[in-house]
């Protein structure tokens, strides 16, 4: 048993709540949201929660990491990011080069594993070469893997997916019945994550509600849960009551709760 302090967001009250350690979600995905309106707050340039909000990434991959999550993925810039002013797109990609920079040693002593999703052939070559490096660096640790998604959007996913399946197809190595689910699970960014691939709880801060093209077709099933907090400021606690939340849920996948009341 986990147990943690959670304040009442409108009342301050705090009550000391217990998860439950045999219902930990074994994919949580974090689409991290608010990083300017959190600077902007403060009369900081834009940037500077981008940078608050790489240490809340450390911050947080370690709590899910003891927490016991296997797989963590983490919507860090999506393909319709460059839309940014340059300055802002530019310093986004440097991120990585910081953030894999320094904290690579800790990732290793924690078992974690990288990996990365998304067009990473379109990023310049010292982010590249960031990624590439961590994803060596741990290549052999066991532990929660951290998956970052970079460059990454749902609908280009499922558009290449469905090309390389159409490109077999004419090659004569697959009849159209055989495109199933899992045909289409095997061509996805997340087909190495086995049978991890679906993440079981989705988180995205800042109080906006949508998806913006994260995962489109691994959320089917998935649990959401908004938070207000701008991303920089989500932390150990607001992960718990997060988990704490989706424990309250009862997945039913379209069938009935064992329990059929609920
Ligand atoms: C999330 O914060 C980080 C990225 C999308 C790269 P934002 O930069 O979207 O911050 P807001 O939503 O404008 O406040
Ligand atoms: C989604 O946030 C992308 C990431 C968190 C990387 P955005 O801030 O880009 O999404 P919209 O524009 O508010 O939908
Ligand atoms: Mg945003």
Same mark, same amino acid.
Request: net charge negative; with cysteine; hydrophobic share 40%.
């Given at each position: 048993?986990?147990?943690?302090?959670?304040? @009442?967001?409108?009342?301050?009250?705090?009550?000391?709540?217990?998860?439950? &350690?045999?219902?930990?979600?074994?994919?949580?995905?974090?689409?991290?949201? =608010?990083?300017?309106?959190?600077?902007?707050?403060?009369?900081?340039?834009?940037?500077?929660?981008?940078?608050?909000?790489?240490?809340?990434?450390?911050?947080?991959?370690? /709590?899910? +990491? &003891?927490?016991?999550?296997?797989?963590?993925?983490?919507?860090?810039?999506?393909?319709?990011?460059?839309?940014?002013?340059?300055?802002?797109?530019?310093?986004?990609?440097?991120?990585?080069? @910081?953030? #894999? =920079?320094?904290?690579?040693? @800790?990732?290793?002593?924690?078992?974690?594993?990288?990996? *990365?999703?998304?067009?990473? @052939?379109?990023?310049?070559?010292?982010?590249?070469?960031? *990624?590439?490096?961590?994803?060596?660096?741990?290549?052999?640790?066991?532990?929660?893997?951290?998956?970052?998604?970079?460059?990454?959007?749902?609908?280009?996913?499922?558009?290449?997916?469905?090309?390389?399946? /159409?490109?077999?197809?004419?090659?004569?190595?697959?009849?159209?019945?055989?495109?199933?689910?899992? /045909?289409?699970?095997?061509?996805?960014?997340?087909?190495?994550?086995?049978?991890?691939?679906?993440?079981?709880?989705?988180?995205?801060?800042?109080?906006?509600?949508?998806? +913006?093209? #994260?995962?489109?077709?691994?959320?089917?099933?998935?649990?959401?849960? #908004?938070?207000?907090?701008?991303?920089?400021? #989500?932390?150990?606690?607001?992960?718990?009551? /997060?988990?704490?939340?989706?424990?309250?849920?009862?997945?039913?996948?379209?069938?009935?709760?064992?329990?059929?009341?609920?």
């Amino acid at each position: 048993m986990f147990s943690f302090l959670n304040k @009442d967001q409108t009342t301050g009250e705090v009550e000391e709540r217990q998860l439950d &350690d045999a219902n930990i979600p074994a994919h949580v995905a974090i689409i991290m949201d =608010g990083n300017g309106r959190w600077a902007q707050q403060r009369h900081l340039p834009r940037i500077a929660g981008h940078k608050q909000g790489m240490n809340t990434v450390k911050t947080v991959a370690k /709590a899910a +990491s &003891d927490l016991g999550v296997k797989v963590l993925t983490l919507y860090a810039f999506s393909t319709e990011n460059w839309k940014r002013p340059s300055a802002e797109v530019n310093y986004l990609m440097k991120l990585p080069v @910081d953030f #894999f =920079g320094t904290f690579v040693p @800790d990732l290793v002593k924690n078992n974690i594993r990288v990996k *990365v999703m998304g067009y990473t @052939d379109q990023l310049p070559a010292a982010t590249q070469k960031a *990624v590439n490096d961590a994803i060596a660096d741990t290549k052999d640790c066991t532990g929660m893997v951290l998956n970052f998604a970079l460059n990454y959007g749902g609908r280009a996913e499922i558009v290449t997916a469905v090309q390389k399946l /159409a490109e077999e197809v004419q090659a004569g190595q697959l009849t159209a019945t055989d495109i199933d689910d899992e /045909a289409i699970g095997r061509e996805l960014m997340t087909a190495d994550l086995d049978g991890l691939r679906d993440p079981d709880l989705l988180i995205r801060t800042s109080g906006e509600e949508r998806l +913006s093209n #994260f995962m489109l077709w691994q959320v089917a099933y998935s649990e959401f849960v #908004f938070t207000q907090q701008h991303w920089p400021d #989500f932390d150990q606690t607001a992960l718990e009551q /997060a988990i704490y939340e989706y424990q309250q849920r009862h997945r039913r996948f379209g069938g009935l709760a064992t329990d059929n009341t609920k």
